[in-house]
């Protein structure tokens, strides 16, 4: 299976910490994203990261991809209530025809 | 422009009986993707559907079963339920076949007893 594995499964910061999360994955890849899931409502993209980038940014958001250890990261800073929601990796086969998604990390920021 | 939508948004159904889930992708889009999510998991690939044919399939049992129509609106029909049924479907639109870039649904919360 190609699923990605997410760490730490939960993790709870006050407002304004940075909240950092990691995603590991087993076979090559095209593409990796990370979405972002409100108290099991559908699933909002958050940032795309192509196989042949490193890092990419959106906002407060800094995603970091190693492809030779087969793990991303996403970092959100200053983080918000607003962000308390599970946060999801996937990633495609080598078709673009498959997505597999990770189990998740479930944020929790406090006010 | 309206994102994709699903339709019913909860449904409560027994054991043995069968469903029906519906799907309409976002405007320009073509490729109907569904995908199951347990309560506590991430989403579980169940199948893809582009011009009007399941091109990619998941690890999923024959009694989960789908159709794309012409206007690329989609449904998932799922026979003989099961009580491990229960979850949320989720259905994603995309371009081309391609899954890179995909929009997802609010979902349909499916519920066995």
């Known amino acids: 299976s190609q699923q990605g594995e997410e760490d730490p499964q939960a993790l709870s910061i006050q407002e304004g910490e940075n909240a950092t999360m990691n995603c590991s994955y087993k076979?090559?890849?095209?593409?990796l994203q990370w979405y972002r899931q409100n108290s099991g409502r559908g699933l909002v993209h958050l940032i795309l990261?192509?196989?042949?980038?490193r890092e990419k940014h959106s906002g407060r958001l800094r995603v970091t991809l190693d492809t030779s250890k087969k793990s991303s990261s996403l970092l959100i800073t200053a983080s918000r209530a607003a962000d308390t929601a599970s946060y999801f990796c996937?990633?495609?086969?080598?078709?673009?025809?498959?997505?597999?998604f990770g189990s998740g990390t479930k944020l929790n920021v406090k006010p | 422009d309206a994102g994709v939508t699903q339709s019913p948004t909860h449904l409560i159904k027994t054991r043995g009986q069968q469903v029906t889930l519906r799907c309409s992708p976002k405007?320009?889009?073509?490729?109907v993707s569904w995908y199951q999510q347990a309560l506590g998991q991430g989403p579980q690939f169940i199948f893809q559907?582009?011009?009007?044919?399941?091109?990619q399939r998941g690890n999923f049992p024959d009694r989960f079963s789908g159709h794309q129509f012409p206007n690329y609106s989609s449904e998932l029909n799922v026979n003989a339920l099961l009580l491990g049924d229960s979850a949320l479907y989720l259905c994603?639109?995309?371009?081309?076949?391609?899954?890179?870039?995909?929009?997802f649904g609010p979902g349909t919360r499916l519920t066995v007893l």
């Open positions: 994603a639109s995309s371009f081309g076949g391609l899954v890179d870039t995909q929009y």
């Open positions: 076979t090559s890849i095209n593409n």
């Open positions: 990261i192509r196989s042949n980038e």
């Open positions: 996937a990633t495609d086969d080598d078709n673009f025809n498959k997505f597999y």
């Open positions: 405007s320009g889009h073509d490729t």
């Open positions: 559907y582009y011009e009007e044919e399941e091109r």
